[in-house]
């Protein structure tokens, strides 16, 4: 056990350092620093150096290593998200109710039917096709988020229409999930399932309204006044944690749209910029960092050889065109000029934990093979590395525009 600790200890001290370290070598190329702790985690993975399971150092503790890893990383996501939502004003929101809803369907709805035929084309089944084109349609709004951030447009007009539409693409993909395994299971009781789902959904969604909107700011109120040591973070770090498990126990949506919804909820509160700056520490320093790193280590671009390396480069430009036409499209329908339709869909090219859990529910149901698993990772994993140099090279104007007008 004792062992166990001293391994973790230098796997944090490794991914810390080197996620810093390529952060800034990052910020230096004029890049988003997210992008080089990406290539950080491909770099320690599998890929290249393949840390956690060839350096001798760590030879006896890689399942608890890996284990532990992965935990953080879903904690940094966690709170990651929870800053997104403290950045922003429900009100500011709930305007993006019509591109939302537009640009998620048709984001999803695209990707889906392209991934569907492309595997097609490659000689996949109707039914692996199927789900592969599903682990497309799901976007990971926490890159997209983490570089509008770092470039300070998180709250323009795109930003708020990129976070509304990705919450609807969540749900939207989590429903065809649920639709599509009862209609290849030949579930006798297929609508009744469906009907459950979304009831589980609504009921998440509208106790969830009840008690962010009339609840959550006063008992955090009521906390931060009281003699505790903390008292206000921990409070903060608690509710997110339950509206985060909630979300995927109660809603069965993912846990970082609970978050999220917590930090929409503080943000109305007079002392939300002492929350950001507490929940900013405790994130940057640790979790975040393990987060993005994490993500590159679970790839290994050996795994992929032959001729599934034209399917995943084709599988990989139809992740990224689809997504930028599909979620483009229902922004310019729902009222967003081109340009700004543009980079919201390029905000959505990046995917991430939801598309992992189709295609890892896909794999356990022996619905897709492990050779096209590996190939849905890859993708996940280059249309992340993909984002956020397009989000800046898409809002170069509007970066010249800041450094034009700072001191």
């Known amino acids: 056990m004792a062992e166990n600790f001293l391994d973790i200890l230098l796997a944090l ?8 370290a390529s952060g800034y070598v990052s910020l230096r190329l004029r890049q988003p620093s997210v992008l080089g702790e990406l290539l950080a985690g491909v770099i320690l993975g599998p890929t290249v150096l393949n ?10 503790s890689q399942v608890v290593l890996e284990e532990f890893i992965t935990l953080m990383a879903e904690i940094g996501v966690i709170l990651l998200m929870l800053l997104a939502g403290l950045e922003l004003q429900l ?17 999803v709805m695209l990707p889906l039917g ?74 006798a009781q297929g609508m009744e399932d469906v009907l459950i789902t979304l009831l589980r959904m609504a009921g998440y969604f509208g106790g969830t309204a009840v008690l962010g909107i009339w609840l959550v700011p006063r008992l955090v109120s009521w906390v ?28 069965g949506i993912a846990t970082i749209t609970g978050a999220f919804l917590v930090g929409l909820f503080l943000a109305r509160l007079p002392f939300h910029a002492r929350i950001e700056e507490g929940i900013s520490t405790l994130a940057y320093s640790l979790f975040v960092p393990i987060f993005f790193v994490n993500i590159g280590l679970a790839v290994n671009l050996r795994a992929i050889s032959g001729s599934t390396w034209w399917l995943a480069l084709a599988i990989t430009a139809v992740a990224i065109f689809s997504k930028i036409a599909g979620c483009g499209l229902g922004a310019k329908l729902g009222g967003f000029r081109n340009r700004e339709a543009l980079q919201l869909g390029i905000g959505m090219v990046s995917r991430g934990e939801v598309g992992l859990i189709v295609a890892a529910f896909a794999l356990s149901e ?38 034009a007008v700072s001191p």
């Open 224 to 251: 931060d006044r009281l003699p505790i040591s903390q008292g206000t973070m921990a409070s903060v770090l608690a509710l997110t944690l339950f509206f985060a498990w909630a979300a995927e126990v109660v809603g």
């Open 51 to 60: 840390m956690v399971h060839t350096w001798p150092v760590f030879q006896n």
């Open 366 to 403: 022996s619905l897709i093979s492990l050779q096209n698993f590996s190939m849905v990772v890859f993708t996940v994993i280059a249309a992340t590395l993909l984002t956020p140099p397009m989000l800046r090279q898409a809002f170069r104007k509007e970066l010249r525009k800041r450094t």
């Open 114 to 187: 392209l991934g569907w035929t492309t595997a097609a084309l490659f000689g996949t089944g109707h039914v692996e096709g199927l789900f592969v084109g599903l682990a497309l349609s799901a976007t990971s709004v926490s890159i997209s988020a983490q570089t509008l951030l770092e470039m300070g447009v998180l709250r323009s007009r795109v930003g708020l229409g990129l976070l509304g539409a990705a919450v609807f693409d969540d749900v939207l993909v989590i429903l065809l999930l649920s639709i599509s395994f009862i209609l290849v299971g030949g579930s």
């Open 13 to 20: 001290i490794i991914i810390l350092v080197a996620a810093k």
């Open 91 to 107: 009100s500011e929101l709930m305007k993006t109710g019509k591109v939302a809803v537009l640009a998620g369907t048709s984001g």
